[in-house]
């Protein structure tokens, strides 16, 4: 499931902070999957490191407003 920009701006700060949440926990799986040779999907971890970007980038504009 791709993000996009548009889509995380139009949510709320707690919106925001709950998805980056659970990003990171999803993040964190990853990497033990990984290191347990058990991920065989390498470029998921690309996609939600730069979707944990993309909602902290969200974070700091909404708080900038």
Do not use: C, G, H, P
Not at 33 to 53: H, W, Y
Request: charged share 35%; proline share 0%; no cysteine.
């Amino acid at each position: 499931v791709k993000m996009t920009y548009s889509d995380i701006n139009e949510k709320s700060l707690q919106e925001l902070n709950e998805l980056l949440k659970e990003k990171k926990v999803l993040l964190f799986e990853l990497k033990a999957k990984l290191k347990t040779m058990q991920l065989t999907n390498t470029s998921e971890l690309r996609v939600v490191k730069k979707d944990i970007a993309r909602i902290q980038t969200a974070i700091t504009a909404s708080k900038a407003k």
